[in-house]
Nanobody, 121 residues
Framework: QVHLEESGGGLVQTGGSLRLSCADSGRTFSSDNMGWFRQGPGKEREFVARISWSGGTYYADSVKGRFTISRDNAKTTVYLQMNSLKPEDTAVYYC???????????????WGQGTQVTVSS
């Protein structure tokens, strides 16, 4: 069983930065592909970024150049560094585990509870 726990959310002004963390209790973290999704008020959950077990990354166009996903296998943790934040980035952010390298919600097998990010204008 995999348990994911996100942290690092909060309230930040436009243009600010936050770093989200997702601690993974799974014993196979180093071979897991990890992703971040977000769900804004009244919106569908959408893909943000993913990182493969080997470190390859992929981003949604809306965050490319502003967000960076990374992982620390020794700490079994994946990070999402978010810079130049905008009000439209306001959402609950979720990390998830996948055996695939997809961008669809259905591609992911395990999910955390989410952490709230609010960007004020």
């Amino acid at each position: 069983q995999v348990h994911l726990e996100e942290s690092g959310g909060g309230l930040v002004q436009t243009g600010g930065s936050l770093r989200l963390s997702c601690a993974d209790s799974g014993r196979t973290f180093s071979s897991d592909n990890m992703g971040w999704f977000r769900q804004g008020p009244g919106k569908e959950r959408e893909f943000v970024a993913r990182i493969s077990w080997s470190g390859g990354t992929y981003y949604a166009d809306s965050v490319k150049g502003r967000f960076t996903i990374s992982r620390d296998n020794a700490k079994t943790t994946v990070y999402l560094q978010m810079n130049s934040l905008k009000p439209e980035d306001t959402a609950v952010y979720y990390c998830a585990v996948t055996r695939k390298l997809g961008t669809n919600r259905s591609d992911y097998d395990y999910w955390g509870q989410g952490t709230q990010v609010t960007v004020s204008s």
